[in-house]
Structures are given as C-alpha cells and as structure tokens.
C-alpha cells in the first residue's frame, strides 16, 4: 500500500492529540492544558513573532551541533568500524560520553566555555556524537565480509569497497544512528537554554512555567517536537533518494 506509512502516522497522531485533549479535560494535574488550548497559544505565538524570535536563537546551537556531530560522527564511525586498533582507542570514549550524566557535566562546560554559543553547541554534541559514531562503527562492523571478499576478488581497490560495498551496505543502521543522533541534539539544544542561559524555546518554557502559563509551556515543547519530527522525517526521504534499495516496506506487505 503506497501511501500506509502516512496513514499509520496520521492515525497515530491524532490518537495520542485525542488522548492529550481528554488528559487535559478530566484534568489530570491543574497544570495541565488541554490540546486545543496549546494549539491556540501556539498560534498566538505564531502571530505575534515571539516562536520565530525564539528559534532563531535555539536553531544556532542546534545546527552547528548537529553539523559537527554527524560530520565527525559518521566519519569517525566509519574508520573506527574498519580500524581494530582506532575501535579499541576511541570507541570507550563515546561510550562514557553516552553514559555520562550531561547535567552535571553543564556545569564544568560553562566553567571553561562561559555561558554563550559555544557551551550549548559542545551540549548539543556530547548529546549527538556518540550515538552516530557508534551506529556507524557498528554498522561498518557487521558489514557482510562475503560482499567485501567478491569484491576483492574483482580486484576492486579500498575506496571502491568503501563506497560501493561498505557504506551502502551500512546505510539503514548509520541513518537509524543518524536520526536517533539528530532527536538526542534536539534535546540537548533545549536542555542547554534551561540550564546555562535561558533563551530561545528555553527562555519561552521556563517563562511560562514562572507565571503558570501552561498553554505557552506546552506550546513550545510540542513545537520542539514537530520541528524534530519533521527534520527526522526529511532524513528518511533523504536516505530513501540516496539508497533506494533500503526501503523494504513493512513485513506485511
């Protein structure tokens, strides 16, 4: 069926804004607004400009992070995942910056960095980086060694194993990493406005959240959450031009 991944996601949208509505009309917690509500403080937001003024602070960090994470991400995976000696060197580090607590390393961040552009695009990376650089080596890793081996046999040199075999082959799981990479930048963009300077969609949630206007708060977090969704949906019509042999449809199909 052409179009069921947009139906699936249509339908699964408008059960969890139909549940949201009725949390917020039972209600569930006085600070709870109903969907509707948001909507309409979201437009209002919209109207006035406030939302575009926001993001064109929260975008900075965000883009830069996000850049830097996948450019060096994916480049670092791939010679990781083809290096055993760069894997056992560098592959512990991602691994302790996954785990690491980000909330107590902002502090140290802003100790050395101060409190601008820099502080929360080093956020942004710490949050992105490491699930990209893992996903790739991994998936380079696991690359099938019977499609390296054909092509050696053909005489085909290292960057046409590479280009033609490894990475094609790696591709669903580093685009998978790549979007998991992208939601987790998103999530230390804003973590970043709450935590060392309040501006952009930060400054709108904690502002709100002062004064109780719930609406507000909730308007800039499901904003936050569609433009994420939106970026991560472009990412796979972006993977689908690049490798049209990864789109393989659902199971019941």
Request: net charge positive; proline share 5%; glycine share 8%.
């Amino acid at each position: 069926m052409k179009y069921r991944s947009l139906y699936i996601k249509v339908i699964s949208a408008l059960l969890v804004f139909g549940a949201w509505e009725i949390a917020g009309r039972i209600p569930i917690s006085y600070a709870f607004p109903t969907f509707f509500e948001s909507m309409s403080a979201l437009a209002r937001m919209t109207f006035d400009g406030s939302i575009f003024v926001a993001y064109s602070e929260t975008l900075k960090p965000l883009v830069i992070g996000v850049a830097i994470s996948t450019v060096l991400g994916i480049g670092l995976g791939l010679w990781i995942g083809l290096s055993e000696r760069f894997e056992w060197l560098f592959s512990p580090i991602f691994i302790v910056m996954q785990a690491a607590p980000l909330a107590a390393l902002i502090p140290l961040l802003v100790m050395a960095y101060g409190i601008g552009l820099t502080s929360k695009v080093f956020v942004v990376c710490i949050m992105a980086m490491p699930v990209i650089v893992l996903s790739t080596s991994s998936a380079v890793r696991n690359t099938p060694s019977s499609m390296q081996q054909m092509a050696t046999s053909f005489l085909a040199k290292d960057h046409h194993i590479l280009l033609k075999i490894i990475i094609p082959a790696a591709s669903p799981v580093i685009f998978s990493g790549l979007r998991l990479g992208v939601s987790a930048g998103f999530i230390g963009a804003i973590l970043s406005e709450l935590k060392i300077t309040p501006t952009g969609v930060g400054d709108i949630i904690s502002y709100s959240r002062s004064i109780a206007d719930y609406p507000s708060m909730y308007a800039a977090i499901f904003s936050i959450i569609l433009l994420a969704v939106l970026f991560l949906n472009l990412l796979e019509k972006i993977e689908n031009l690049l490798f049209k042999g990864n789109d393989r449809g659902y199971v019941t199909d």
